[in-house]
């Protein structure tokens, strides 16, 4: 079974992606960035040892978009909170284990998606903490369903949010790899 990388991205449209980086910047100008930051990580990540799958948003607009490479399979990432819509993606893919990464991540290489599902062989999860206390990066073995709890009461886009989801999963096996900074802020893009 190849493993299977999700990235969540969303039409990169002003005002609608990257708005806090877009109240520094301008949100045409944090449009533009998110566009060619996705492009970059897609062609950065492209690798036979697995599949990519890009997790749309909004769903209709993002399953018939021109901006993502075509020959990528997509899922619409449905509604609800960031929480709800990762455990979908984890649920959803195919069999085998599944990593979900957003697209606003510029240090990512292949050889971190790697480390990733290398874990996942000895560890029922794995995680990509971030400095400011979330993670890049969420993975699942699934060799058991995804619990239904996962991602319940995080506190998302706070130092918290790590830890809050840690502990929505009692017993489990993780691993914890690289810590990487995702783009929220201008800076995020100097820092």
Avoid: N
């Avoid at 969303?10 to 708005?19: A, C, L, Q």
């Avoid at 749309?56 to 509604?79: H, K, T």
């Avoid at 029922?124 to 060799?143: E, H, I, K, T």
Wanted: proline share 8%; glycine share 10%; charged share 25%.
């Amino acid at each position: 079974m190849r493993p299977t990388l999700v990235i969540m991205v969303k039409e990169p449209r002003p005002g609608r992606v990257k708005t806090r980086l877009g109240r520094d910047i301008g949100m045409v100008g944090a449009a533009w960035w998110f566009r060619h930051q996705t492009r970059r990580l897609i062609r950065r990540l492209r690798d036979p040892r697995w599949r990519i799958v890009l997790a749309v948003s909004p769903d209709r607009e993002g399953m018939q978009s021109r901006i993502w490479p075509a020959d990528l399979s997509r899922a619409p990432q449905g509604r609800g909170d960031l929480g709800v819509r990762m455990g979908r993606m984890l649920r959803v893919m195919p069999r085998g284990p599944v990593c979900v990464i957003g697209a606003d991540i510029p240090g990512i290489d292949r050889a971190h998606i790697a480390r990733a599902f290398r874990a996942l062989g000895h560890r029922d999860w794995v995680f990509g903490p971030a400095p400011d206390g979330g993670y890049w990066l969420v993975g699942a073995r699934r060799v058991a369903a995804i619990p239904p709890t996962v991602f319940d009461g995080v506190r998302w886009s706070s130092a918290d949010a790590l830890q809050d989801t840690l502990a929505t999963l009692p017993g489990q096996r993780i691993a914890l790899i690289d810590s990487l900074r995702d783009v929220d802020t201008v800076a995020d893009l100097t820092g």
